[in-house]
């Protein structure tokens, strides 16, 4: 089955510096994947729709210079927490869609990775 | 504006028992179901989902949902819990490619307790 891995699974950081997270799609390809995060006992909220070779689309509220978004291939996304203070420590999870089975009217299952933990000191 | 809402924020069950969780939807067009499990510090799994057709749905895990367009309900039902059912559980409603970018919208989540 589809499978999409994050790294690293956890991340501790001190205030003021960057830190990067992976997504990746390890067995299909995905032109489109999501960034969620996660608050302790709250709900996923999305941030933001990284595009294959594209700008990626900020939902209202996220600072784009602040979460660094590159899609650089059709299995790689990454974020990056750019100038991290402790009001970014979160639950980071991606999720992606497998290009090869759907098309633009099906809303495809979404195949979302382990999460990815911040904590930012 | 798509949205969703899971009344009980957590539910305590015992094994065995049966469990229902529910959910209620706005959305403007033909909804798109879901529902996921997350265990503590995992990423999403998901149970099951509604496209089209038969409005009762079957799952992974013995996990089952209902749609009922006239109550904008999607109820998730398991006839009987495992201990291993504790978790967090998350309704989401989202649209086609096209119409919605595929963004999912997620109601605030459910926590399931299992009692022995």
């Known amino acids: 089955g589809a499978v999409v891995s994050q790294h690293p699974s956890w991340v501790i950081c001190k205030s003021g510096t960057s830190v990067k997270i992976e997504c990746r799609s390890l067995?299909?390809?995905?032109?489109?994947m999501f960034w969620y995060r996660q608050f302790p006992k709250q709900s996923l909220m999305l941030m933001a729709t990284?595009?294959?070779?594209?700008?990626?689309?900020?939902e209202q509220g996220v600072e784009k210079d602040k979460f660094l978004i590159n899609h650089a291939s059709l299995t790689l996304s990454t974020l990056t927490v750019t100038s991290a203070h402790p009001e970014d420590s979160s639950f980071y999870i991606c999720?992606?869609?497998?290009?090869?089975?759907?098309?633009?009217?099906?809303?495809?299952?979404?195949?979302f990775g382990e999460g990815s933990r911040l904590t930012v000191l | 504006a798509q949205s969703v809402t899971q009344p009980d924020i957590h539910i305590t069950v015992s094994e065995g028992a049966s469990l229902e969780l529910r959910c209620n939807y706005s959305?403007?067009?033909?909804?798109?179901l879901f529902w996921y499990v997350q265990s503590p510090g995992q990423g999403l799994q998901l149970l099951l989902k509604?496209?089209?057709?038969?409005?009762l749905v079957q799952g992974i895990k013995g996990f089952e949902a209902e749609f009922k367009r006239s109550q904008s309900s999607f109820n998730l039902r398991k006839p009987s819990v495992h201990w291993s059912d504790a978790a967090e559980y998350f309704c989401?409603?989202?649209?086609?490619?096209?119409?919605?970018?595929?963004?999912?919208?997620f109601g605030g989540g459910t926590r399931v307790l299992v009692k022995p």
């Open positions: 509604y496209f089209s057709g038969d409005t």
């Open positions: 067995d299909f390809q995905a032109t489109t």
């Open positions: 999720s992606a869609r497998d290009l090869g089975r759907q098309g633009p009217s099906s809303t495809g299952e979404l195949f």
């Open positions: 959305y403007g067009a033909t909804p798109y």
């Open positions: 990284s595009n294959e070779g594209s700008k990626a689309t900020y």
């Open positions: 989401a409603v989202g649209g086609t490619i096209k119409a919605a970018g595929n963004k999912l919208t």
